[in-house]
């Protein structure tokens, strides 16, 4: 049996993976020049800058029976936040995982006793659903402000720490995610941490790629159309000449599914700029900071050379700033923005840009109520099966659950 599977990104390498596993012939057709698609990780003069800041809960589960943790050699962020409004500095620590730190986090200005209790409760009630992706959480959907605010948060938590917090996570400061993602994310930062490999990102595909033997993967090889015989999924075009195989597996992001499958993906993206600088040391330690602040770019930094060492040349330190608008700005102007913000809260941050990613599709734009009507991997079509982030929910854990499905539906049909 040969599979040819059309896009390297989380989905794509972990259908692969599991179907090399089980002894089938897999070719990847990716159409940029490396794997990873989204999870990508680039070099900058001793840097390692991933391709729009994002992080790994090491409780996902789903992505943990396909890596190995231990050679990704993962390095945790400290548990809750820096938020900061201006010169103003509340930290929010994380009473759940860190008892210790339970004085302190109901000292700290942006949370008022209640918020605090709730915030326990609503962890509670995430733990006690025995949920795989974020479609799976259980009872009504809602945007994440509505369930919020039933749940009594007061205005200031929510304004303080939700948007900035699940904004830098949902890329939508509205908070008008669907509340299942809230209460996964929830359910993940509870139950494990929150990391980054120790060389970058990108060590997650590239792990999931060195299960694959070698000539499998094919980059710079964009799939133009595929090929059909009596409705029937045949195979794949790629510069001009025809590849035979008994199933493909459509990988690529949603709206590229539809154009070559021809199948209702779901439409609309959220996106972030990501601006790097090289920085002298700040006080935020291994602790995200977040902006608070009405009218401000940055919706998020982090010191991420504090984290992962090997981020940065020795001696030096890199900052990762994520603001939720500026795409079409030039980039002198988004620099001169995140430095604005940035040396506001750390005056002697002393910053020198770096480099800018602007990243339009993100995530697929997940509303409330999404995950009821997303593809499924099967299609009505033979021989032609979907995968990827959007038939499950937008992440890591999605994505490679995707892929981990399709394999299974190659194997079945
Ligand atoms: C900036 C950013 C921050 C994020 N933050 C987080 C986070 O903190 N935690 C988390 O869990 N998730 C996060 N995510 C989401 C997560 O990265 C994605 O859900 C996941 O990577 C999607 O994987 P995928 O395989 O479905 O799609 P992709 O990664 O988009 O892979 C699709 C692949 O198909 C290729 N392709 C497209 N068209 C063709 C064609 N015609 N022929 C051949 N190849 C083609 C593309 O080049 C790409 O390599 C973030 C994503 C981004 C970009």
Redesign the pocket.
């Given at each position: 049996m040969r599979i040819i599977v059309?896009?390297?990104?989380?989905?794509?390498?972990?259908c692969a993976k599991v179907l090399a596993e089980r002894g089938v012939e897999v070719v990847i057709?990716?159409?940029?020049d490396g794997?990873?698609?989204?999870?990508r990780t680039d070099e900058l003069d001793g840097f390692l800058l991933?391709?729009?800041?994002?992080?790994?809960?090491t409780s996902?589960p789903v992505?943990k029976r396909h890596l190995d943790h231990a050679a990704l050699d993962l390095k945790s962020f400290d548990p809750g936040a820096i938020v900061r409004r201006g010169r103003e500095e509340s930290v929010l620590s994380d009473p759940l995982r860190d008892p210790k730190s339970l004085v302190p986090s109901l000292l700290s200005g942006a949370a008022t006793f209640s918020d605090k209790l709730r915030t326990l409760a609503l962890v509670a009630g995430s733990l006690s659903v025995g949920a795989a992706t974020a479609g799976e959480m259980d009872g009504a959907d809602s945007s994440s402000l509505e369930y919020l605010r039933s749940y009594g948060f007061s205005e200031r938590i929510i304004d303080d720490f939700y948007r900035p917090f699940y904004g830098?996570?949902f890329?939508d400061r509205s908070l008008s995610t669907s509340s299942r993602v809230l209460r996964f994310t929830f359910k993940m930062l509870a139950t494990g941490s929150t990391t980054v490999p120790a060389l970058g990102?990108g060590e997650i595909?590239k792990q999931l790629a060195s299960h694959l033997p070698p000539g499998a993967i094919c980059t710079d090889?964009?799939?133009?159309r595929l090929l059909w015989d009596g409705g029937r999924a045949v195979g794949?075009e790629?510069d001009g000449e025809e590849h035979e195989a008994d199933a493909v597996v459509v990988?690529?992001?949603a709206p590229?599914a539809g154009?070559?499958a021809g199948v209702a993906a779901p439409e609309g993206a959220v996106?972030?700029v990501?601006v790097y600088y090289a920085a002298d040391k700040l006080r935020s330690g291994k602790k995200i900071v977040l902006n608070a602040e009405d009218g401000g770019f940055l919706n998020n930094a982090v010191e991420i050379s504090a984290i992962a060492p090997s981020y940065a040349p020795r001696g030096q330190h890199l900052l990762c700033t994520?603001a939720l608008e500026g795409f079409g700005l030039p980039d002198g102007e988004i620099y001169r923005r995140g430095v604005e913000d940035v040396t506001r809260w750390y005056p002697e941050a002393g910053l020198r840009p770096l480099a800018i990613?602007r990243?339009p599709?993100?995530?697929?734009d997940q509303p409330p109520g999404v995950h009821e009507w997303l593809p499924e991997n099967r299609t009505n079509t033979p021989g032609l099966v979907l995968?990827?982030?959007?038939t499950e929910?937008?992440?890591?854990?999605?994505?490679?659950l995707?892929?981990e499905k399709a394999a299974g539906e190659v194997l079945r049909s």
């Open positions: 059309v896009g390297a990104g989380l989905a794509g390498l972990t057709f990716e159409a940029s794997v990873g698609g989204r999870v991933d391709r729009g800041f994002q992080v790994y809960f996902y992505s830098g996570i890329l990102i595909p090889s964009p799939v133009e794949v790629v990988a690529t992001e590229e154009r070559l996106g972030q990501c994520v990613y990243v599709y993100a995530q697929f995968a990827g982030e959007y929910d937008s992440s890591i854990n999605g994505s490679m995707s892929g």
